[in-house]
């Protein structure tokens, strides 16, 4: 029988190529993290940049996770199937009286001197939230939507990043839920998926910790349970740079090639600070000894040449 207090936790990733380093090891943290504890695991392509992604890349994705030793349990429809779900949380919002329309342009938005948060998002001011109805009239095209935040501090006790803190008000400033093209944003799509899935634990990157607050604050207002949070480190080349899709060598079409899951797994373990040593191990034997409390926090700077 199953553990009804056992963690569901998800991987969520974007099929925009194929899964680089940085991929594999959030999905490796995201399946330890569950299976060292009878846990499930939620799969599901975030695929609402339709440009961008492709049903070619989805299935290689599943490919290499299986070929990693990485499972799931259930997979849940893509997000870009997902619109008329989202349009009902829309127009909660919406009855709410939280939400308002924007009609900066891009430009207006990324002006220089614009301070924002570490994810590239720029601070909103507030410009159109007083707009009059007449003034909302002059713009005559389709405006983007935006959701009021409260002048509250949001804490996410994090299980890879420790105790951060936002004020979403003074940090990132009434955030864009739909786009002007119709199209929803990830911080409403993965709000309301992760919701539904009943997802009691996001992993992912340390890259996105700063959405955490805007999740958070959409939760609440959609009435879902908080799912525990864990971001893990970024990796980087041992030059400092952020290994990532441009390092095309570093793919797992290349990587499958010339070498095997446990060798990527024995490295990318002992340089997360998982194993005494890199020797070759395989995701199920490294759930028995895995522990969030011996993952580090910082960067991981990787050989990259070990691999081969
Ligand atoms: N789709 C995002 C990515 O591939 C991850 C989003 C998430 O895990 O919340 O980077």
New binding site residues.
């Given amino acids: 029988m199953k553990n009804t207090t056992a963690p569901i936790g998800?991987?969520?990733?974007?099929p925009s190529g194929r899964m680089h380093l940085g991929?594999v090891f959030?999905a490796l943290i995201a399946w330890l993290s569950v299976r060292s504890r009878g846990g499930s695991l939620v799969l599901r392509m975030?695929d609402l940049d339709t440009q961008r992604t492709s049903g070619e890349n989805a299935a290689l994705l599943r490919q290499d996770l299986l070929w990693l030793g990485l499972d799931w349990d259930a997979e849940t429809p893509p997000q870009s199937q997902r619109s008329q779900v989202y349009d009902r949380y829309f127009e909660q919002l919406m009855d709410q009286g939280l939400l308002y329309p924007c009609y900066c342009t891009r430009s207006q938005l990324h002006s220089v001197n614009a301070p924002h948060l570490s994810d590239g998002t720029y601070v909103y001011p507030g410009t159109c939230r007083e707009l009059t109805s007449q003034q909302r009239k002059a713009f005559d095209r389709p405006p983007a939507w935006r959701v009021k935040v409260p002048n509250r501090l949001w804490t996410v006790e994090d299980l890879g990043q420790g105790t951060y803190r936002q004020n979403l008000s003074t940090d990132c400033g009434d955030f864009v839920v739909r786009r002007a093209d119709g199209v929803y944003v990830?911080q409403l799509a993965?709000t309301v998926d992760d919701g539904e899935a009943g997802v009691t634990e996001?992993v992912?990157?340390a890259d996105?910790l700063s959405?955490a607050p805007r999740q958070m604050y959409l939760q609440e207002l959609f009435g879902f349970r908080q799912p525990t949070y864990g971001h893990v480190p970024m990796l980087l080349a041992a030059d400092g740079r952020r290994l990532s899709k441009r390092d095309r060598d570093l793919d797992l079409g290349f990587l499958r090639q010339h070498t095997t899951p446990e060798t990527i797994i024995g490295i990318l373990a002992h340089a997360a600070g998982l194993t005494h040593s890199a020797q070759p191990i395989s995701a199920k034997e490294l759930a028995s000894q895995f522990s969030w409390e011996l993952l580090s926090r910082d960067a991981i700077y990787l050989d990259t040449q070990a691999f081969f």
Wanted: glycine share 6%.
């Fill in positions: 998800r991987f969520a990733p974007t991929n959030a975030e990830y993965v996001v992912r990157g996105l959405s």
